[in-house]
C-alpha cells in the first residue's frame, strides 16, 4: 500500500524557517518524481514545486512566486522529500502535501497534509 | 505560463443529474498533460482522470474527461451523494512547473 506521511510542520514567526518532510513507503521511492502541493483555509490548491529521480539529476522546479524562499531535496536512503522554507510570509500559511507523480504525469497518490502557520 | 480556467465557480444540483464542469486554458495544451482531482472537506485530493479522457485507478465510469486544445470537460453522469465536492483541473508535463485551476464547488442543491 502507497503511503504518503508528511511531518514538521507548525507554526512559525514571520521571517523563520522549517522543514517539512514527506516518508514514502510502499513503492520504489527512489525511482519517483514527488511534489509539493500548498492549500491555504479555503483556497485552491496551488503547486510549489517537484524534484525528480537520481536518473534525471535529481531536477528540481518551482513556482514562480516563491522567488527562491524554498528548496525541495530527498534522501532515497530513507525513502523521504523535504521541503525547505525560509524567510516564511504570513501567506505561506497552509497545509501542504506531498504527492507522488504517476508515470506520464499528473498526481496518483497525496499525503494527509501537513498545516504550516506562519504568524507572530 | 499557462492559466486554467474553471466554471462555474459553484454548480448547485440535485443527487441523480448530471453534472458538467468546464476547465479552460490560457493557451492550447496537449491533452495528455490534463487531470481532474476530487477534494472534499478535511481530505487530500483524489486522481480521477489524467491525460484528460483516462479514469484513475478506482474511479466509478461515472466520472468521464474530455475536450482538447483549450477547452476541456468533467461529466458526472449521475450525481451520488458521495459526488458532492471540489474538483480541480491540472496543467502538468509539457513544462516544469504545473499549474491548477481554481476549482469548482459542486453542492447539493
Given at each position: ?120 | 505560463?499557462i492559466v486554467l480556467t474553471q466554471s462555474p ?12 464542469l468546464s476547465c479552460r486554458a490560457s493557451q492550447s495544451v496537449?491533452?495528455?498533460?490534463l ?32 475536450g482538447?486544445g483549450t477547452d476541456f470537460t ?15 483541473c491540472?496543467h ?9 485551476g481554481q476549482?469548482t ?5
Amino acid at each position: 500500500e502507497v503511503q504518503l506521511v508528511e511531518s514538521g510542520g507548525g507554526l512559525v514567526q514571520p521571517g523563520g524557517s522549517l522543514k517539512l518532510s514527506c516518508a514514502a513507503s510502499g513503492f520504489t521511492f527512489s525511482g519517483s518524481t514527488m511534489h509539493w502541493v500548498r492549500q491555504a483555509s479555503g483556497k485552491g490548491l496551488e503547486w510549489v514545486g517537484r524534484i525528480r529521480s537520481k536518473a534525471n539529476n535529481y531536477a528540481t522546479a518551482y513556482d514562480a512566486s516563491l522567488k527562491g524562499r524554498f528548496t525541495i531535496s530527498r534522501d532515497d536512503s530513507k525513502n523521504t522529500a523535504y521541503l525547505q522554507m525560509n524567510n516564511l510570509k504570513t501567506e505561506d500559511t497552509a497545509v501542504y502535501y506531498c504527492a507522488r507523480q504517476r508515470t506520464g504525469g499528473s498526481n496518483d497518490f497525496w499525503g494527509q497534509g501537513n498545516l504550516v502557520t506562519v504568524s507572530s | 505560463e499557462i492559466v486554467l480556467t474553471q466554471s462555474p465557480g459553484t454548480l448547485s444540483l440535485s443527487p441523480g443529474e448530471r453534472a458538467t464542469l468546464s476547465c479552460r486554458a490560457s493557451q492550447s495544451v496537449s491533452s495528455s498533460y490534463l487531470a481532474w482531482y476530487q477534494q472534499k472537506p478535511g481530505q487530500a485530493p483524489r486522481l480521477l482522470i489524467y491525460g484528460a479522457s483516462s479514469r484513475a485507478t478506482g474511479i466509478p465510469d461515472r466520472f468521464s474527461g474530455s475536450g482538447s486544445g483549450t477547452d476541456f470537460t468533467l461529466t458526472i453522469s449521475r450525481l451520488e451523494p458521495e459526488d458532492f465536492a471540489v474538483y480541480y483541473c491540472q496543467h502538468y508535463g509539457s513544462s516544469p512547473t504545473w499549474t491548477f485551476g481554481q476549482g469548482t464547488k459542486v453542492e447539493i442543491k
